[in-house]
């Protein structure tokens, strides 16, 4: 799922880019530029959940991410002290 959305932000920003070039405006290169910081802002934030679910469990599977914070509370506020 956010391989897809990665994916749409590129595509997004490469037709901002585009059609900034075709009509000889930089905003559309701007706009682009600030879509590319938020896609890695998210792709940063996506792997860093995985690294501290790891941590915590040493199980990567996919209902363990999703009640990553209603069972592992108590171990996630001791793991940031």
């Known amino acids: 799922m956010l391989l897809?959305?990665?994916l749409?932000?590129?595509a997004i920003s490469l037709n901002?880019?585009?059609f900034s070039l075709f009509t000889f405006n930089i905003s559309g290169q701007?706009?682009?530029l600030f879509i590319v910081t938020m896609a890695a802002t998210e792709t940063?934030?996506?792997l860093s959940l995985i690294v501290i679910s790891?941590?915590?469990?040493?199980?990567l599977d996919y209902n363990s991410l999703i009640s990553f914070m209603f069972t592992k509370k108590k171990k996630l506020?001791?793991?940031f002290k």
Not at 54 to 59: I, K, S, V
Request: glycine share 8%.
């Open 44 to 46: 940063a934030i996506g």
């Open 77 to 79: 506020f001791l793991f």
């Open 16 to 18: 901002f880019i585009y």
């Open 8 to 10: 749409m932000f590129f």
């Open 54 to 59: 790891y941590r915590l469990g040493d199980n």
């Open 30 to 32: 701007i706009f682009a």
């Open 4 to 6: 897809c959305i990665e």
